[in-house]
């Protein structure tokens, strides 16, 4: 169940990230104060941009009929211009212009807030030259070159605004990096389904009773012992668990070297086990393991960008991400595929080499007995 509820997650963002449907066009309701052409003028300007005209499309109303429309969907945004906008702009007064999204605005109100913010900070920048400008003439006696400074001004900054360009950048959205989309979500699915192994293996990587460790402490078998043991075991599970589609994997021709698809399986496996060994030990109980453990692997998979892309994360979490010990394993299960440098083999040693010495040495001081 666990599993199934995990696919379905993964699934779902998929279909919702690459669906076949696209961004259309915004439109938004104004609401111009009456006898005010100015406003009106300056909204036909602001439409007639390549920028702001090749998304979004303006239908003029009066309020209360657009707050209907806003309730029912047919407008994605409302925006409602004070009397006096272009004199504010002028003389630096700024009169807000107020702006209704819906309740549960999407896509499309997304994109025009930026557009807004976008236009706000050009439309800040431009009076800021123009008043420091004029300031500067004013103190230096050469009033006489302000008309000319500020026509100056308005051409530079009429054409950065005219330019669409300045207002959206192209930049590649892909998890996949440089393997398809099919293959990137196929190593999510690998890596998620193997560290989830670990909840039907709960019998032999459980923390042991206190007795046992008693007797064990008395046979003169130590917690490195222990662990690397219990370590080779469940990595043994997780190899026969993936003999056979890792043989069919090689026999396709999924790998570059059937050498390296083994080793590097065999250290993954590896890798794998000694996480799912160190939550057991962390936890100190079955049930909390499992639910530890499903509850990590989702996260970790998450955070790495092996569900949502990484590209649609903010930066803060997908630095986090680069350290998680999923995209250590998903990084050599790409590395089994398309080879390259070493350094997700190193990762993984060291991902192994730690969390092997917290296993070791967690619960030390509880079945310390001399």
Known sequence: MLVLLAGTIAFSASKMLYGDKALG?????VVVPENDRLSEMAMNMVASLDSVGSLCEFTYTDKEEGTKLLERGEIFAL??????????????SNIPVTITFPENSGLEAAVFKELTQA???????????????????IGHQMQSSIRQAEKDLNTVFMRYALSREAYFRTEKVSASGDVTTAVFYGISAVVMILLLLGIPAAPIVRPYKIVVEQKLALCGIGRVKRTAVRTAALTTLLLLASAVPLACFISKGYFDSAFTAVAGWLLVCMAAAGWILFIYELCGNTTAAILLLFVSTIVMLFISGGIIPAVFLPEAVTGLGKWMPAAFLMDAVKWMIKGGTALPVL????????VFALSAVLRRKEYDYG
Do not use: R
């Open 347 to 354: 990762k993984l040693v060291l991902m192994e080499g730690i």
């Open 79 to 92: 925006m409602e211009l004070p009397p006096g906008l272009l004199e504010g702009i002028i003389d630096g």
């Open 119 to 137: 236009g706000t900070s050009i439309l800040g920048t431009a009076q800021a030259a123009i008043y420091s400008t004029d300031d500067y003439l």
């Open 25 to 29: 066009k915004i439109i938004v309701g």
